[in-house]
């Protein structure tokens, strides 16, 4: 198919709203019957914190797979890429990391801390405790008896996900062209998108084998689970959910120096590696110069200068203190401060580029003005109204949350601010850093704030807002999936061929279905299937993020500005060099991704070396076509595998509270 705009009839579109009805209530049903520790780890949406990867279009197309071969059906291209894309879509709002998360959390405000925590929140975003309390155990009739609390509640979850869709779609659109035509950022997670040219045979069949080798190694993997949630009593073969020597809400990942005392005093900084499979797949996918700038953060931030500072006097009782312990003391403590750095960093990063692109943007608002659109193109008029849109409706939402007006319109800059941080970081590395935005309310609410309840009803609900959860570098749900999401179906549909203006349309169309599907029909299965009854997680009060307990001392110990300047000057010096100098080995992106605390206990410090050697050694001895041929489709199977794995898990457990 030659590039150009695809020709899509009305059938066509009817099928992929079908399709994406039907494959959203699934999804959300699903969700609800996730058990731990998949709940807090591996699921067929938004998955693996950092990562913030959406494998269920990549499962989609192994089960299509054999439907394929045996009816001899054959897909065309935009069919493919139609369905690919929907999926991927429906990923962002269904799955656990989507939507369930976030209010699930936050009904322990309501329910246990109303009066530490609950006041700050209002009746719109959660209903009384008794409401919330009637859900605990089946009893669909209590739903419509607290109908009165649920609809504007259901009203405002679906409203506030349909403004960050308008805001964060948006602004992809206005990054589209320079960060995928232009600068031609690699962007890895779209590359699951050539799943769909594997098993449509135009890979050739060395890529088929591969991919089948990778699903069964990613399943066989994932069996002694799979086992486990069949039947309690199977042994955790692995470690990974009882081992002291593993972190057990992040399967897989292993802590050498809990498992080698030794290494305790002979390392000062935190090492960690992961052994989960899936983990390892989305990494095979990241390009060489990214994972090398990882490890060289690793080994500057953590390893290195924190060894040497730790010899002149620095850092003591560390060698006694855990993987997590030793890293927030690298993080918070003198002299280093590296969660000031990284704060730093992400200013540094988003000034050079509008710096070194205001002629693009320029562009863009001429082209908004004029009504002109350049050819392939979405409207750019069309993206700064859904920005526009976007943004005042958050404004309203936040200002009817008792947030003043312009402190709301500010907080709309921070969130613009970090969202592109974490979709260029996921656009080089495939992992979005942990950015909250706390740091960047401190000129405003001082640098240190009074424990709840004694705070501001602005502080507590704001700063929870602003910490990762409803950011969405956790959930990938509300802000970070339709940014970053965007951009990934925007880079697949270069690869399939396919104009930009369809995928635009297929992500508002899906998104939009997708969220008025998704919040009822959650809050309908707690009544139905009874919340306390299903095995999913229940988390936690997330209204505790924004308290004095996360906002004083954050993002390090004060003074922490000059550690912010100098990250401004490193972030600088690394995107200039990266510019200047072809032969520059470091990316500036990768260095936001390592300060996250989830990049310690989900991906592991160590995990990035045995994957670039693997890389190289491919690359170096049988070139780009070897890595294409053999490597990529074994790192989709690999994920494939293990989400298939995860799927059974989830049948088991439906199938296990109907028939106890």
């Known amino acids: 198919m030659s590039e150009g705009k695809a020709k899509i009839s009305v059938r066509t579109w009817i099928y992929v709203i079908v399709y994406t009805i039907v494959l959203a209530i699934l999804m959300s049903v699903a969700t609800l019957f996730i058990p731990m520790p998949w709940a807090s780890?591996?699921?067929?949406?938004?998955?693996?914190?950092?990562?913030?990867?959406?494998?269920?279009?990549?499962?989609?197309?192994?089960?299509?797979?054999?439907?394929?071969?045996?009816?001899?059906?054959?897909?065309?291209?935009?069919a493919l890429f139609l369905l690919y894309a929907s999926s991927y879509v429906v990923g962002w709002r269904t799955s656990y990391k989507g939507f369930y998360t976030i209010p699930v959390a936050l009904i322990h405000a309501r329910i246990e801390n109303q009066e530490i925590h609950g006041w700050a929140l209002p009746y719109f975003w959660i209903p009384s405790a008794e409401a919330v309390r009637a859900s605990f155990y089946p009893n669909l009739g209590a739903f419509f008896q607290y109908i009165n609390e649920w609809i504007p509640v259901i009203f405002t979850w679906t409203i506030w996900y349909l403004i960050t869709l308008c805001f964060q779609v948006g602004l992809a659109l206005v990054y589209r062209r320079l960060w995928i035509d232009i600068e031609v950022m690699p962007f890895p997670h779209a590359q699951g998108w050539l799943i769909s040219e594997i098993i449509t045979g135009k890979r050739g069949t060395r890529s088929i084998k591969a991919t089948m080798i990778g699903v069964f190694v990613g399943f066989l993997a994932f069996l002694p689970y799979v086992a486990r949630?069949?039947?309690?009593?199977?042994?955790?073969?692995?470690?990974?959910?009882?081992?002291?020597?593993?972190?057990?809400w992040a399967i897989g990942n292993f802590y050498p120096q809990n498992a080698f005392p030794s290494l305790k005093t002979l390392v000062i900084g935190p090492l960690s590696l992961q052994t989960n499979p899936f983990y390892w797949g989305f990494l095979l996918l990241v390009p060489l110069d990214s994972l090398f700038s990882l490890l060289v953060a690793c080994l500057l931030f953590f390893w290195l200068i924190p060894q040497i500072l730790f010899y002149f006097g620095y850092y003591s009782g560390i060698t006694t203190a855990s993987p997590g312990g030793r890293y927030w003391m690298i993080q918070r403590q003198d002299p280093l401060k590296i969660r000031g750095v990284h704060i730093g960093m992400i200013i540094g990063t988003i000034v050079f580029h509008i710096v070194m692109n205001w002629r693009y943007y320029l562009d863009t608002i001429k082209y908004a003005i004029s009504g002109e659109t350049p050819e392939g193109e979405v409207s750019y008029r069309v993206a700064y109204s859904l920005i526009i849109i976007g943004a005042i409706g958050l404004i309203i939402i936040f200002s009817m949350s008792n947030i003043r007006p312009w402190v709301a319109a500010y907080a709309v800059i921070v969130l613009w601010l970090l969202t592109t941080a974490m979709a260029q970081s996921r656009g080089y590395s495939a992992m979005g850093p942990l950015t909250q935005g706390r740091a960047f309310m401190k000129w405003i609410w001082g640098e240190y704030m009074e424990p709840a309840p004694h705070c501001s009803a602005e502080q507590l609900f704001l700063g929870s807002y602003l910490d990762f959860v409803a950011i969405g570098r956790d959930t990938f749900g509300p802000h970070y999936a339709p940014m970053a999401g965007s951009l990934d179906i925007f880079a697949m549909a270069k690869m399939a061929k396919i104009d930009s203006n369809t995928a635009f349309r297929l992500i508002m169309l899906v998104g939009f279905l997708t969220t008025i599907i998704v919040v009822p029909t959650t809050f309908i299965g707690w009544y139905y299937f009874g919340l306390m009854k299903i095995p999913a997680s229940k988390e936690w009060d997330w209204m505790w993020t924004g308290d004095a307990g996360n906002y004083n001392n954050w993002p390090a110990r004060p003074p922490w500005w000059p550690h912010a300047i100098a990250g401004i000057v490193l972030a600088i010096a690394l995107v200039y060099m990266r510019l200047r100098y072809a032969w520059w080995p470091l990316e500036p992106f990768s260095f936001l991704v390592v300060p996250d605390p989830a990049y310690l206990n989900q991906v592991g410090l160590l995990t990035p070396l045995p994957i670039w050697i693997i890389k190289y050694v491919i690359i170096k001895f049988g070139g780009r076509r070897a890595y294409e041929e053999y490597c990529v489709p074994f790192a989709l199977g690999l994920i494939g595998g293990t989400i298939l794995a995860v799927f059974v898990i989830s049948l088991i457990a439906l199938f296990r509270y109907f028939m106890p």
């Open 41 to 78: 780890g591996m699921h067929l949406g938004a998955s693996a914190g950092v990562l913030c990867a959406i494998p269920l279009p990549i499962m989609i197309m192994l089960l299509l797979y054999p439907v394929m071969k045996i009816t001899k059906i054959e897909l065309s291209t935009t």
């Open 229 to 248: 949630t069949a039947y309690a009593g199977f042994p955790d073969l692995y470690g990974w959910l009882t081992s002291p020597n593993f972190c057990t």
